[in-house]
């Protein structure tokens, strides 16, 4: 007897220490991430869902890889050399289509700093509710106001590329159909000025966030694309406090150690120092530490110098025209703090008649290491000055004597005398020659000319097709995964 | 009616009715196994009659009541029973030879079982098998050998890929793994001489004691043993060597010049000349001559109530690719004890073992640098940091192509691995036939995955700093069962088995995973905080099973067995945290029933099943959202952190769910001389777990969210067969199998239809594979091509005049649609990657002490798309290529000069190259001698003085490969970082060596 009361006690502590251990144990929570449920307590943390909608802007899909591949070759200011890869190879002759990784990406890079940016925005009540002393109404409304900013920015970029959109004002997982893209614009130019009325002035604010004068640059930018001139000219005439870098200073806009410069508004931030492990993984999330870009290494003749600039760009310059020699390298070129001396050799075995220097580390390096911290200067003082004079000879009763004078600036300080025929031709003609060469390379041209009908003319050698080139096809990865994009509702000719 | 007359007038016939007056004697003698060692516990059985002994400690029996005409059976357990008339015999001694047949009893979930009761779709593999031939992980003895189950081996140390019955699933498709009961992750710490049987569970009757965990099947793997009987100490061991003789074709380099001049402008004659016009071949630079060796030293023995078994085994291989490696040390410790009525036991396997994988860079492998890199290339060059030549201009190749050799041995990585699988019992009988078990077993595992890269320079790939990295993971699982079992017999034909378990799973794991750079010296490969990395994260996962099985039978005759098992997991929400599973089998013994009374047939069995089983294979915390704080953006100068949301949470996940039908048909001939099975078996998986692609424009966390959204059907037969035979000391015997199987998409949630998903091959190539419903998975999808446009004639007839892309020398991609352009509109089937079936054939024989051993195993009718034809002929950028760029077409004039070209233009528009087409397309099927064994077994007296047993044995593997496939090896492994999206994908991976070994193995 005693011995089965001991097997009885032995079968029931098994049983018993299975139970014991109850169904709590099913219920675990994730140890390694934060929770949204506890999040936007502190400035830290508004600050941080901030923060994270820049990331975009770094990667690969934009401004680390593909953005000035896809542009510059669109707009004839590069061609392709031997090297260059089959994917960005379309670029060069309209051959692109919706299967395009780069436009993938692209578009991908857009959505999810939208996205990220709407995060910030679906919880304006959570911030807005937070008491002043732990942060500051200035600081909610400074906040808020680079959500709206960012998504403003990215719906910039994408939609001239795409024209009609999917709007997303909110986060969500359901994919929308595609909005007119004069609603998008609404959407860009309700969110700038929402920006230009909440941001920090940039005296106040930390280098590389949006500031107000940004905010004022871009709505005036947004507003000119939609050919409203004297709008447009009311919020660039709001760009105030800068100047242009002075005469033969011009390539301090293109250097690592005087970003942020009396020229500079809006810039997109490098920074190889705080971590580059990810460089080559941040297609499109801007997750991790990417924070250098590829430009120098693609473009620059001593490395992998995929793409040169045309001569047809290269013919654009006035003889003594200073921006030449801080725009390209040449055979006899000096580098490497003036060290080195570049030869015909260093440009495709004597092949080719110059490199890109914009934006190449060679001033002081003799190779681009595969990484740049060297910002884009991505809205320049210029390119205001450039785009006032456009609103003042277009808009209604405008004045084409002030347009000269804003392209006088300009050209003053590249070293050219200024003799422009005061007719609204003349001026435009002047426009589309200033802006070619002052802002070479930087990701303008190919939307001048579109904008400006010149496309056709401009690129026809280039497999330009009227009536499709204008825009990028919608990319597969959308039309397969988005019930309300189908591929048949993608741009003409896709 | 008619029928029953019949079958007796058939049994009249065939049972030759004896009736020779019966005179009772006793008969002795001794029982012993093939080596002669005495058999305790063999059984002696009259046949058709209840008289019957056993032997004793020393293998002595004693029959009594015998008459002359009396047929005896000896038999034991995995030995083949033999049968023996008495005639005027009293004292007669057996020596019973290996079984060729599977084992008698089959470890099944939860315990054994007679092969004859079984109902379930079961494949075992013996010891004698796996011994056999040498391998080096436990998972090969089951390729070829068990129908439906395919083993795929990849680089030293790795775990082979297992599949049984097909891909049911988009997630991991990986078996359970059941050691002595010990749920565990792999078997890589698992000594393959160590194991004394494998069990695959195919079919849910089977599985669906393991619930959630058995989706993918079970295999069970039961460790040797020790025996009753004197002690035993074995030692074995093999050496040989491997080599990988295939190779790409590829441009030499005087051929890469003149492509180089003629493809792409390229004058290289100079440049070629620097290097002093030599000649790499960069692929015979990464492989090989790999060897192996095996020791493996063990001692058994037993006495009435204890037995106990300890072997250590070491084993070490240097792979055929350069800069891999595998090293283990293995110990195990197996004892039982039996005290009155309890009996405990434990079984301890501890491992260490060191791994040198297959390294890559830049995100490609080292075959793909090996093809890409310039053949007037040098390998070395010392006036380089680090010593290694390499690209050091664009011409050269851009940075794209790194010298492999640099790859694979500029530094190193180890990974560290420690093991421990074990388990501790105690099983108690409270009364007669009523068993408590309890249960705890561990499996615990350690790896530390250290990787140094020292600076280097080889022109345009460098690395300015040396580089640390490590891994560290560690992990355990500790299993709690508790089990009741009652036995018994009622009214001598009822026989019932009731099982019942209540199971506790516990999963933890960690890792820490930090990084950091010396900029200052190559001499040290120790982390250190100069530009760190630091990352931690912990994981938890529990389950809790309730489990219960009713085994019923009527006389042998008719059998029943019903199980099911409720299993709760925390990888799921509360909405759906549980689920339930189960099992019904049915079985008809045929050849037990009377009307088959002397019947040629042994064996006839019919066997049927229904059942379901659950996957949880799923990442943890799946169903709850949160935030991704690793953004990083600079303000002022410094690292502005950014957070935002991480995951688009599911809170409605729910299991995985599979069921499973079997029907089964066994058979054995002229008293199991002739053996075999038939098996069909159609199983539905539901609600798959897949992350589903989100609209990209809602910028959605990740792209994706997990959701329940497929269905899959995978259906096929298998068919085993046995033959063998005996003729003196010529013993032989065949055992042939063959699966088929087929997959096919039934449903698919409207979000994930006409996906194509999968992995993107090369940079520039998009990806193929396809969810459609009424396809298989993940099948492959892209264009159909048509030659080569001649002319611009033909461009324009296509095409229309209007477009300038596609030029004469571009390929002809079929415009199915018609509309003059191509798009994915114009994709279609390509094929299937999944053959349409596998099969093995082992032949065995022995003809007195020499042994031979031949193993075939194949695939059939699988498709495969070779990536690696991107790297040889997309002419893309200049690289090296395969010999056939020279004979690409040539346009001049624009008209194609050489109208027999079948690669196009070099140069050409882009979709050549980046387009998924059926020129990456290739039938995979192949046949390969797997293994031919020779073997001598010395006897005779001298011997066995001193040793019971010492064979010598010569072994080759891999030697024949039949295939048209034209990669390196149609056995293609997946990546590291393969789903199961990636099947059929040959992305340039280790490919399979040949291998000749020489082994022996002494008994003392």
Request: proline share 3%; with cysteine; net charge negative.
């Given at each position: ?98 299967s395009?990784d780069?436009?993938q ?371 597969n990865r959308?039309?397969s ?14 | ?692 692609p ?61 996906q194509v998903l999968g992995p993107v091959p090369r940079a520039g190539l998009e990806n193929f594979s396809r969810l ?6 993940f099948?492959f999808y892209g ?41 994915s509109?114009?994709k ?37 798309f070779?990536a690696?034809?991107f ?43 980046g387009s998924a087409?059926?020129?990456y ?58 789903t199961?999206a990636s099947?059929?994908i040959?992305l ?17």
């Amino acid at each position: 007897m005693r011995k089965k009361i001991k097997y009885i006690v032995v079968v029931l502590s098994g049983i018993l220490a299975i139970n014991s251990c109850d169904t709590k144990d099913l219920e675990l929570t994730n140890p390694n991430a934060l929770s949204p449920d506890t999040f936007f307590k502190t400035e830290n943390q508004v600050q941080s869902s901030v923060n994270a909608a820049y990331a975009n802007l770094q990667t690969r899909g934009l401004y680390a890889r593909h953005i000035f591949f896809a542009l510059d070759l669109m707009s004839a200011e590069n061609q392709g050399n031997g090297g260059l890869e089959g994917n960005k190879k379309p670029f060069a002759n309209f051959s692109f289509d919706a299967s395009s990784d780069i436009i993938q990406y692209y578009w991908e890079a857009c959505f999810l700093g939208i996205a990220k940016a709407n995060f910030v925005l679906d919880n304006e009540e959570k911030i807005q509710a937070l008491p002043n002393s732990v942060l500051t109404q200035e600081k909610k409304n400074k906040f808020l106001g680079e959500a709206h900013f960012l998504r403003a920015y990215y719906y910039f970029l994408l939609v001239p590329r795409f024209g009609d959109l999917p709007i997303y004002t909110t986060q969500t997982i359901d994919g929308a159909a595609r909005s007119p893209k004069e609603e998008v614009y609404k959407l860009i130019t309700d969110d700038f000025d929402f920006a230009s009325k909440n941001l920090l002035s940039k005296d106040v604010e930390e280098k590389g966030r949006a500031t107000k004068e940004a905010a004022f640059a871009y709505l005036g930018k947004a507003l000119l694309y939609q050919k409203k001139y004297d709008e447009a000219l009311a919020a660039f005439n709001k760009v105030t406090g800068f100047t242009l870098e002075p005469k033969g200073q011009f390539y301090n806009n293109f250097m690592d150690e005087t970003e942020h410069g009396p020229e500079s508004i809006f810039e997109i931030e490098y920074d190889e120092a705080l971590g580059v492990g990810d460089k080559w993984g941040s297609d499109t999330s801007g997750e991790g530490k990417a924070e250098s870009t590829l430009r120098g290494q693609e473009y620059g003749n001593l490395d992998w110098y995929n793409v040169f600039p045309t001569d047809d760009l290269l013919d654009e310059y006035e003889a003594g025209d200073l921006r030449f020699g801080d725009t390209f390298y040449v055979p006899g070129s000096k580098y490497n703090n003036g060290a080195n001396t570049m030869t015909a050799a260093n440009f495709g075995n004597g092949t080719r008649r110059a490199g890109w220097k914009k934006y190449q580390n060679y001033y002081k390096r003799v190779s681009e290491l595969q990484q740049s911290s060297i910002n884009f200067k991505v809205m320049r003082y210029s390119d205001v000055l450039l785009m006032k004079a456009e609103c003042e000879n277009q808009r209604t009763g405008g004045s084409q004597t002030a347009a000269i004078a804003y392209i006088k600036e300009v050209r003053d300080r590249a070293g050219l005398t200024t003799n422009i025929p005061a007719t609204k031709d003349d001026v435009f003609n002047a426009i589309i020659h200033e802006r070619k060469v002052e802002l070479a390379g930087e990701q303008v041209r190919f939307d001048d000319l579109i904008r400006w009908g010149l496309a056709a003319e401009e690129l026809k050698d280039k497999g330009f097709q009227v009536g499709k080139s204008e825009l990028w096809p919608i990319p597969n990865r959308e039309t397969s995964s988005n019930p309300n994009i189908k591929p048949s509702d993608n741009n003409p000719g896709y | 009616m008619m029928l029953k007359l019949k079958f007796a007038i058939i049994a009249l016939l065939i049972v030759s009715t004896q009736d020779v007056m019966a005179q009772s004697k006793t008969i002795k003698g001794v029982v012993t196994d093939p080596a002669g060692v005495p058999l305790p516990g063999a059984s002696i059985n009259v046949q058709g009659s209840k008289n019957s002994a056993s032997t004793d400690f020393d293998g002595n029996y004693a029959l009594q009541g015998v008459s002359a005409t009396d047929k005896i059976t000896f038999s034991y357990v995995g030995l083949t029973s033999q049968t023996i008339t008495v005639g005027d015999q009293t004292v007669i001694n057996i020596k019973l030879a290996e079984s060729a047949q599977t084992l008698n009893e089959v470890v099944v979930a939860y315990g054994t079982q007679k092969r004859a009761k079984v109902t379930g779709a079961i494949s075992t593999v013996s010891s004698k098998d796996i011994v056999a031939v040498p391998i080096t992980n436990a998972e090969s003895a089951l390729q070829g050998r068990a129908a439906g189950v395919t083993v795929v081996n990849g680089a030293p140390g790795t775990s082979p890929v297992v599949k049984i019955r097909g891909l049911a699933t988009m997630n991991n498709s990986d078996p359970l793994y059941v050691v002595d009961g010990v749920l565990v992750g792999n078997l890589s710490g698992l000594n393959p001489s160590d194991i004394e049987s494998m069990s695959v569970l195919k079919d849910a009757s089977t599985t669906a004691l393991y619930g959630a965990k058995a989706f993918n099947g079970v295999i069970m793997v039961t460790t040797k043993k020790g025996k009753k009987g004197p002690g035993q100490l074995t030692f074995s061991s093999y050496v040989g060597a491997q080599t990988v003789t295939k190779r790409y074709d590829v441009l030499n380099t005087q051929q890469y010049l003149q492509y180089a001049q003629d493809a792409f402008n390229q004058d290289l004659i100079a440049r070629a000349a620097e290097f002093g016009n030599i000649n790499t071949n960069w692929q015979d630079e990464i492989f090989q001559t790999g060897l192996m060796q095996d020791y493996n030293l063990s001692f058994s023995n037993g006495s009435e109530n204890s037995t106990s078994r300890y072997s250590a085994g070491y084993l070490k291989q240097i792979g055929s690719v350069i800069g891999t490696g595998f090293e283990r040390y293995s110990f195990r410790s197996n004892n039982t004890q039996n005290i009155g009525k309890l009996t405990v036991g434990s079984s301890i396997g501890v491992s260490f073992n060191k791994t040198n994988p297959e390294r890559n860079s830049g995100g490609r492998t080292l075959l793909e640098h090996a093809i890409k890199m310039a053949p007037y290339i040098p390998v070395y060059n010392a006036e380089n940091l680090g010593g290694y030549g390499g690209v050091i201009k664009d011409i050269d190749g851009t940075n794209d192509a790194e010298n492999p050799v640099r790859v694979a041995k500029n530094g190193y990585q180890e990974i560290i691995g420690t093991s421990i699988i074990g388990n501790i019992f105690a099983e108690l009988e409270l009364y007669k036939g009523l068993k408590f078990r309890s249960q705890v077993s561990l499996d615990y595992y350690q790896n530390r995955d250290h990787t140094f890269v020292p600076g280097f320079y080889e022109g345009t790939n460098f690395q300015n700093y040396s580089s640390t990295a490590e891994i560290n993971s560690q992990g355990q699982t500790i299993v709690f069962d508790n089990s009741l079992t009652y036995k018994t017999t009622i009214g001598e034909k009822h026989n019932i088995e009731v099982l019942g378990v209540i199971s506790k799973i516990e999963n933890k794991s960690r890792n820490v995973t930090a990084g950091s750079r010396n900029h200052i010296s190559n001499d040290i490969d120790q982390l250190s905080i100069t530009d760190p990395t630091l990352t931690s994260a912990n994981f938890e996962t529990n389950n809790l099973g309730y489990v219960v099985r009713l085994n019923y039978d009527y006389a042998d005759k008719y059998l029943l067995a019903v199980s099911g098992r409720r299993d709760g997991s925390s990888r799921f929400g509360s909405n759906n945290r549980y689920g339930n599973f189960y099992s019904l089998a049915l079985g008809w013994n045929i050849a037990k029933e009377s009307f088959m009374n002397g019947s040629v047939f042994s064996t006839l069995k019919l066997r049927g099943t229904i059942g379901t089983t659950g996957n949880d294979k799923i990442d943890d915390y799946r169903y709850s959202s949160n935030l991704n704080n690793n953004y990083t953006y600079p303000f002022n100068g410094q690292a502005g952190l950014g957070t935002t949301s991480g995951s688009v949470a599911n809170p409605d996940l729910k299991w995985e769910s599979k069921k499973d039908r079997n029907i089964g048909l066994d058979f054995g001939l002229f008293d199991e001389k002739f053996t075999g099975s038939i098996e069909y078996f159609n199983n539905k998986s539901s609600d798959i777990l897949f992350a589903v692609p989100l609209a990209a424009s809602t910028g959605a966390p990740g792209g994706t969210q997990f959701q329940n959204i497929a269905d899959v059907q995978v259906r096929g037969f298998e068919i085993s067969l046995g033959y063998n035979d005996r003729q003196g000391d010529f013993t032989w015997s065949a055992i042939a199998n063959l699966g088929t199987s087929k997959n096919e998409v039934l449903f698919l949630a409207p979000t994930v239809r006409n996906q194509v998903l999968g992995p993107v091959p090369r940079a520039g190539l998009e990806n193929f594979s396809r969810l459609e419903v009424g396809q298989p998975l993940f099948y492959f999808y892209g264009y159909q091509t048509n030659g080569i446009y001649q002319n611009q004639a033909e461009v324009n007839a296509a095409l229309g005049s209007t477009q300038t892309v596609y030029k004469p020398g571009d390929i002809r991609f079929v415009d199915r649609n018609g509309d003059q352009v191509i798009n994915s509109d114009d994709k279609t089937n390509l094929g299937n990657p999944y053959p349409d079936f596998n099969y093995g054939l082992n032949l065995n024989a022995a003809y007195k002490n020499l042994d031979f051993n031949c193993f075939i195993s194949g695939v059939q009718g699988n498709d495969i798309f070779n990536a690696n034809k991107f790297d040889l002929e997309s002419m893309d950028r200049l690289f090296g290529a395969s010999t056939d760029v020279l004979g690409r077409s040539i346009v001049t004039g624009n008209v194609v000069t050489n109208p027999s070209a079948t690669l196009p233009r070099a140069g050409g528009v882009s979709q050549n190259a980046g387009s998924a087409s059926e020129r990456y397309i290739e039938d995979g099927s192949y046949t390969r001698l797997k293994n031919v064994t020779l073997g001598y077994t010395f006897s005779g007296d001298s011997f066995s003085k001193y040793f019971s047993k010492v064979r010598f044995y010569l072994s080759g593997q891999n030697l024949v490969t039949i295939t048209n496939y034209s990669g390196l090896d149609p056995e293609i492994t997946r990546g590291t970082d393969g789903t199961s999206a990636s099947a059929g994908i040959d992305l340039g991976r280790y490919p399979q060596p040949k291998s000749v070994i020489f082994g022996f193995e002494v008994s003392f």
